[in-house]
């Protein structure tokens, strides 16, 4: 009699634990197609970028020797800023994100110059529009001019004098600028630096510069050469550290999913067998209540 009695009992606990176990199931399986999804992804999106990493270092250390070559006169001269002098910020990064902190550390930067106390800045200028969503966060005013469409491939000499030549001649009022970008250290290091561009009454103070014999023409067209080559260095150094730490970041994405894959599997295995339990209690409870 009480077998009986506690049969529909039995039988509804078990049907509403099956229930249970079917959806976890379900929401399991789901869940686990899903991840198994953006690891594939993340693995191609790492393969693609180790294929772009090779070709951006040796643009890159092309356009390193380059810039360092023509802005030797700085070195050369002994060159230093003048007091009063009315400086520029440009922040150098691209439009793409998936590559860890490296828009983070730019924009960083480029706060910290803004907040101190002696700086005379006539404004900023970013390349790239994940920087400018940063820097905008607390220095929203600053931000004189902006471009985007910046970081789908390697950088050339004719965007970065485009940039330059538009930057020049946008009536930001500045006498030098420093270039803050992202340089390459090593495939799993870089960091944020600066690349200054003096003014032309800067050059003619300096002690060594009356080794140079140029005219005044000369000079100007030499010194907004500088700026677009020091544009153009900035730009495709930050593209190699970029590339390297978006395949850094891919790879880093992918053994997390596939950590989470053999968690979810594990997961789902017990639930399964849980639920294969569940349905062999059953049987037997209404096997022995017969």
């Not at 693995?43 to 802005?71: C, D, L, P």
């Not at 803004?114 to 920087?131: C, H, I, N, R, Y």
């Amino acid at each position: 009699m009480f077998a009986t009695r506690a049969q529909p009992v039995a039988s509804a606990l078990s049907a509403g634990v099956q229930t249970r176990n079917m959806a976890t199931l379900r929401e399991i399986r789901l869940r686990l197609d899903s991840i198994k999804n953006i690891g594939k992804i993340t693995k191609s999106m790492k393969m693609i970028a180790s294929t772009k990493v090779n070709k951006a270092q040796r643009s890159m250390e092309n356009a390193r020797t380059y810039g360092r070559t023509s802005s030797a006169i700085y070195a050369n001269s002994n060159a230093a800023p003048l007091e009063n002098e009315s400086e520029i910020i440009v922040v150098s990064s691209s439009d793409r994100g998936l590559c860890g902190g490296i828009h983070s550390s730019v924009a960083k930067a480029a706060r910290k110059m803004l907040t101190t106390p002696e700086s005379q800045f006539a404004g900023v200028v970013v390349l790239g529009d994940k920087a400018k969503t940063q820097v905008s966060r607390t220095h929203r005013n600053e931000i004189q001019l902006s471009f985007n469409q910046i970081g789908k491939d390697i950088p050339t000499f004719a965007e970065a004098s485009a940039a330059a030549d538009t930057i020049l001649t946008s009536g930001i009022k500045f006498d030098s600028a420093s270039l803050v970008y992202n340089e390459f250290k090593s495939a799993i290091a870089y960091e944020a630096t600066t690349i200054r561009n003096y003014s032309i009454e800067a050059l003619k103070a300096a002690e060594g510069f009356t080794a140079y014999e140029l005219d005044d023409d000369v000079l100007e067209n030499y010194r907004e050469f500088l700026f677009a080559n020091n544009v153009y260095w900035a730009l495709v150094e930050g593209h190699a550290s970029e590339m390297s730490a978006k395949r850094n970041a891919m790879d880093n994405a992918t053994k997390n999913a596939g950590d989470i894959v053999g968690r979810l599997t594990i997961t789902y295995n017990r639930t399964r067998q849980a639920a294969i339990t569940s349905e062999l209690i059953d049987i037997i409870t209404g096997a022995s209540a017969l």
